[in-house]
């Protein structure tokens, strides 16, 4: 069964290092998402992402991160410049986007981004 | 905007049942049902959409009652592999295709 993958699994930078983190949707779908979950708390949008361009983004997104899909493959979640609050799982999902209310958002594994 | 989940945990014997609710101050076009286990990813269970639709997968359904903007998750007779904490996300009927999820309701079974 298809699947979101997601590297790295974990990642631990210094506060103001940029980061990269790096997705692969299911190959069919055409809307991918950022999640972040602070531990033990939950899970919150930070932004969508269909045909080359940000559809939605919430508050958290702000300057210092962007989205990018580089490649036929790949979704990446640059921040720019990492404080210790960025410190969470990070959660790329993506769907069909066909259009329907029952477009259904598949998860992948997370990265553990840790900002010392 | 967040929906309001309840309870915050459950605690419960193998066997017994469960119910999760999941409300919104505003109308609602669907809601998504979430799984997830201690450092997993969410796992997605079902959509409910408007309309008071009910669904169902093995011992798990969910029902949409529109008139409250509320869906519940029953889970019945529960099993081990039933423990996690289960995420509501909802969709806005004015909204793109962003999910706002609630805190989530954690599940804990006991043998």
């Known amino acids: 069964e298809p699947e979101v993958t997601q590297t790295p699994s974990h990642q631990v930078t210094q506060m103001g290092q940029e980061v990269i983190l790096r997705c692969v949707p299911i190959s069919n779908h055409l809307y991918f998402y950022w999640y972040r979950q602070i531990l033990g708390q939950k899970v919150e949008f930070l932004v969508s992402f269909y045909n080359n361009e940000i559809s939605e983004k919430s508050e958290i997104f702000d300057d210092q991160f962007s989205v990018e899909r580089p490649d036929g493959s790949n979704f990446t979640l640059k921040i720019r410049s990492t404080k210790l609050e960025d410190s969470a799982m990070y959660f790329c999902?993506?769907?069909?986007?066909?259009?329907?209310?029952?477009?259904?958002?598949?998860f992948g594994p997370g990265t553990r981004l840790t900002v010392l | 905007q967040q929906p309001v989940q309840s309870p915050q945990a459950v605690i419960l014997r193998e066997g017994e049942d469960a119910v999760i609710n999941c409300s919104s101050s505003k109308a609602l076009y669907s809601v998504h049902w979430y799984r997830q286990k201690h450092g997993e990813a969410p796992v997605f269970l079902m959509i409910?959409?408007?309309g008071g639709e009910q669904k169902g997968h093995d011992k798990i359904s969910a029902s949409f009652n529109e008139k409250k903007q509320q869906s519940s998750l029953y889970l019945t007779a529960s099993q081990l592999s039933y423990s996690g904490t289960y995420f509501c996300?909802?969709?806005?009927?004015?909204?793109?295709?962003?999910?706002?999820w609630g805190a989530g309701t954690k599940l804990i079974i006991k043998p």
């Open positions: 996300g909802t969709r806005l009927m004015d909204s793109n295709y962003q999910l706002i």
């Open positions: 409910l959409l408007k």
């Open positions: 999902a993506s769907s069909v986007g066909d259009g329907g209310f029952l477009d259904t958002q598949y």
